[in-house]
């Protein structure tokens, strides 16, 4: 299947800094990229929708402002978690999908995740 | 908001056991997928079946979808300790990609 790599796997930081999430897919054309949120021993929460070029679809209740979402290239999202807050601290997925596959088995791509521990 | 329930959501077995999770789901669909992780790590895609369809197989696995009671069923024959991981229930309400994930099963095969 196809790769997505999620850097970095994970990450320590203070209160009030911000956070940068790379999401690259390594094989194909990402066209769409989502943005998850899972805490522990839950469910994935999706975030937000980037499609490349345009702004992202942020789902209600994710404050577009503080998860600043990225996608400027067919193979590169990033997600920035501004002024981070304990309560951040979070396990972030991305998944990649593209129109170009030649066929549509509905499969996501997803990243290893990224682990956001803020202190 | 979650769309799917799932159950059980903690199963232990022994190795060789047949194991069975079970997905609700609410709204209408065009498509369930089922998923697993290992612990902090990504997601694998399993198997995806289609609103269409009514049983799928793949390898040791076998989904079933009932559109009417809105459910579908994911089970693992022979087990494998390998098999521990948690399993989700995915659905897309759309041909596009957009999923809606379940509470997941955290299963665990011993050996």
């Known amino acids: 299947g196809a790769v997505v790599s999620q850097h970095p796997s994970w990450v320590i930081c203070k209160s009030g800094t911000s956070v940068k999430i790379e999401c690259r897919s390594l094989?194909?054309?990402?066209?769409?990229m989502f943005w998850y949120r899972q805490f522990p021993k839950q469910s994935l929460m999706l975030m937000a929708t980037?499609?490349?070029?345009?702004?992202?679809?942020?789902e209600q209740g994710v404050e577009k402002d503080k998860f600043l979402i990225n996608h400027a290239s067919l193979t590169l999202s990033t997600l920035t978690v501004t002024s981070a807050h304990p309560e951040d601290s979070s396990f972030y997925i991305c998944?990649?999908?593209?129109?170009?596959?030649?066929?549509?088995?509905?499969?996501?791509?997803f990243g290893e995740g990224s682990r956001l521990t803020v202190l | 908001s979650q769309q799917g329930e799932e159950d059980p959501q903690a199963l232990s077995i022994q190795e060789g056991e047949n194991a069975t999770m079970n997905c609700s789901y609410k709204?209408?669909?065009?498509?369930l997928q089922w998923y697993r992780q290992n612990s902090g790590r990504g997601l694998v895609h399993l198997i995806l079946?289609?609103?269409?369809?009514r049983e799928k197989h793949s390898g040791r696995l076998r989904v079933t979808l009932d559109t009417s009671k809105k459910s579908s069923s994911l089970l693992i024959t022979a087990s494998r300790a390998a098999d521990t991981a948690s399993y989700f229930c995915?659905?897309?309400?759309?041909?596009?990609?957009?999923?809606?994930f379940g509470e997941g099963t955290q299963l665990t095969v011993n050996p």
């Open positions: 998944s990649a999908d593209s129109l170009f596959r030649a066929a549509d088995t509905g499969e996501l791509f």
């Open positions: 094989d194909f054309q990402a066209t769409t």
């Open positions: 980037s499609n490349e070029g345009s702004k992202a679809t942020y």
């Open positions: 709204t209408s669909i065009n498509n």
């Open positions: 079946i289609r609103s269409n369809e």
């Open positions: 995915a659905t897309g309400e759309t041909s596009g990609s957009r999923l809606t």
